[in-house]
C-alpha cells in the first residue's frame, strides 16, 4: 500500500485523538451525553480504523506518530473514568428503581 493510504490511516487516528481530547473537555464541563455522543463517534472512527488500517504500513515515523497519538488518547481516557468514577459509584449505589433521578 501506498504512503498516501499510511497518511490516510493516521488522519484517522488524529481525528480519534481530538475527539477523545473533545470528549475529555465534556467530561470536565460534566457533560456526559456529549460524552456519550462523542463517545459514538469514537467508535465510528475506530470501526473505520480497523477497515483501512490492515491494509497500510507505517513508516517508522509514522508509527512514532501512532504512539504519541494512542498515549495521548489513553491519557484522556484514563482521566475520563477519573472523572467518571464518583458518578459510577453513585449510580451503584443507588436502587435500580430510583436511578433515573441520577440522570437528570
Avoid at 5 to 21: C, G, H, K, M
Avoid at 81 to 102: K, Y
Amino acid at each position: 500500500m501506498s504512503n498516501a493510504a499510511a497518511i490516510d490511516v493516521l488522519d484517522y487516528y488524529r481525528a480519534l485523538e481530538q475527539t477523545s481530547e473533545r470528549m475529555l473537555q465534556a467530561a470536565e464541563a460534566d457533560d456526559w451525553e456529549r460524552v456519550a455522543e462523542l463517545e459514538g463517534a469514537c467508535a465510528v472512527l475506530i470501526e473505520r480504523l480497523r477497515e483501512v488500517g490492515e491494509r497500510a504500513p507505517l513508516s517508522p515515523a509514522q508509527r512514532a506518530e501512532k504512539h504519541r497519538i494512542m498515549l495521548a488518547i489513553l491519557r484522556h481516557d484514563a482521566r475520563i473514568r477519573e472523572l467518571a468514577e464518583p458518578w459510577l459509584d453513585a449510580w451503584e449505589a443507588t436502587p435500580p428503581g430510583s436511578r433515573s433521578t441520577l440522570l437528570h
